[in-house]
């Protein structure tokens, strides 16, 4: 999610280790932009910029919060489920 720290995404991956033990599948997707979601209306709020292929392949100002990182996150999240 923008703003999203690694440090987050180390207590989201500690949530999917605690439920994995509770339930047989756990879902992973990484944040899209959608047109008229929230994130959409409000991208410059979050610091999204939003290139022509925005639902996937949007990053932050900053360039930290990227799609190779989203996708790379992802695949963590399943290794741990």
């Not at 756990?26 to 409000?42: A, E």
């Not at 910029?49 to 790379?72: A, I």
């Amino acid at each position: 999610f923008p703003g999203e720290t690694q440090e987050h995404f180390e207590q989201t991956l500690l949530f999917i280790k605690q439920i994995r033990k509770l339930t047989d599948r756990v879902y992973v997707n990484p944040c899209y932009v959608l047109k008229g979601s929230n994130l959409y209306k409000n991208h410059k709020k979050w610091s999204i910029v939003l290139p022509e292929n925005f639902p996937l392949d949007w990053h932050s100002e900053d360039g930290y919060n990227n799609f190779e990182l989203r996708m790379k996150r992802v695949n963590m999240s399943l290794e741990a489920a």
